[in-house]
């Protein structure tokens, strides 16, 4: 059984940088993919971002250029840096792990964290 444990997240103001967070609690696995989602109120889940093993990333359009999604060393963790936040970026952040390749839909993720809260005020 995979666990997630995020951290990070806060109340920042329009411009602000926020770092996210996430580790699991095994270390390796042959091929795998780490995602982040975030909900906000009313909204259904949405892809952020997604790396794979070798480090491939992908970005939702909104974020490019603002948010880079990187690995730890030791594959454990997944961290999320938001740069120049925007009040659409308040929401409910969920780091994702799953067994093979990235993908941009939240059913085909196996394993999820706890979530953690962004709210950027105007």
């Known amino acids: 059984q995979v666990q997630l444990v995020e951290s990070g997240g806060g109340l920042v103001q329009a411009g602000d940088s926020l770092s996210l967070s996430c580790e699991r609690s095994?270390?390796?696995?042959?091929?795998?993919?780490w995602g982040w989602f975030r909900q906000a109120p009313g909204r259904e889940r949405e892809f952020v971002a997604s790396?794979?093993?070798?480090?491939?990333?992908s970005y939702t359009d909104s974020v490019k250029g603002r948010f880079t999604i990187s690995r730890g060393n030791d594959e454990k963790m997944v961290y999320l840096q938001m740069n120049n936040l925007k009040p659409d970026d308040t929401a409910v952040y969920y780091c994702a792990f799953r067994f093979g390749g990235p993908r941009d839909q939240a059913s085909q993720y196996d394993y999820w964290g706890q979530g953690t809260q962004v709210t950027v005020s105007s």
């Open positions: 095994v270390r390796s696995f042959s091929n795998y993919a």
């Open positions: 790396i794979d093993r070798s480090g491939l990333t």
